[in-house]
């Protein structure tokens, strides 16, 4: 598929508010299932983003870099004439594809469609304190057992060779790309900004989630939930869903 529809092959498009949703480092679609459910109540609908090398595009080769994975996601849109965002929506990012949705927001600014109505970044840094993590040159084992203790991975999962080999090369990616993340200062965004974490999130601490600040003109707004850095799954994603819904009013 050269559309929009490659990156979000699940979207169901029904005249809702629609909220476009990158998901973290090695991360399915599927991360977003609890969230898409509580966020249907308020009448938002949730389209998650299928990236190359993941999901049911895992023979692609996956991104290493931001630059092509964007120049990617600009291709496709444009393809479409930018008609998935010429509706109202927003966009949303778990952890390092909070960076990616905030890329995405820089580069829909710009473009002949109407501008994202909010950005939600929950579990990441603000783009000038990334830092090279060394994620994705540590060895398979490693690299495994420390993405699973961040959460959201069933443990024993890690445990079948069957679901290692089909992980190890989309999650190393992604690590690259987060790691080779490099942030150049620009116009904030003229899009309300949402930033959220766990108040156990030993990761990124209160302090460093206010710097998103700096990213927009428009309205900000933070919000801790009861979570680690994993803050995806019940009761998280409802309480995230509340903030996101509360966020879209005072916009």
């Known amino acids: ?18 909220l476009f ?4 480092a090695g991360g399915a ?23 190359a090398g993941h999901g049911r595009r895992l023979r692609e080769k996956p991104h290493r870099r931001i630059e092509p994975l964007l ?8 393809a479409d004439g930018y008609a998935a965002f010429q ?36 579990s990441c840094l603000p783009p000038r304190l990334i830092f090279d993590t060394g994620m994705g040159r540590l060895p398979t ?18 445990d079948d060779p069957d679901f290692v080999a089909m992980l190890e ?3 190393r990616a992604d690590w690259e790309l987060y790691d080779g993340y490099v942030h150049r ?31 927009t003109t428009e309205r900000f707004d933070t919000a801790e939930l009861a979570a680690g850095h994993w803050a995806l799954a019940e009761p998280g994603a409802a309480a995230l869903a509340k903030e996101i819904s509360a966020a879209l009013t005072r916009r």
């Open 71 to 78: 120049a990617e996601f600009e291709a496709v849109a444009r």
């Open 185 to 215: 200062p620009a116009a904030p965004l003229p899009v309300p900004v949402l930033a959220v974490r766990g108040a156990e999130d030993g990761n990124v601490d209160a302090i460093d989630l206010q710097l998103w600040r700096e990213l």
């Open 21 to 24: 949703a990158f998901p973290h």
């Open 169 to 171: 090369r989309p999650l």
């Open 29 to 51: 679609s599927t991360v977003f299932n609890d969230l898409r459910e509580a966020l249907r109540l308020d009448g938002i609908a949730l389209s998650a983003a299928v990236l």
């Open 141 to 158: 084992h490693q690299l495994l057992a420390q993405t699973a203790s961040m959460g959201g991975t069933a443990a024993g999962l890690m």
């Open 87 to 122: 509706g109202d929506y927003a966009l949303i990012g778990h952890c390092s594809g909070s960076l990616i949705a905030y890329e995405i927001a820089r580069l829909l600014v710009r473009a002949p469609c109407r501008d994202p109505q909010l950005l939600v970044v929950c």
């Open 1 to 18: 598929m050269s559309s929009v529809a490659s990156w979000f092959p699940y979207r169901r498009e029904a005249g809702a508010f629609e």
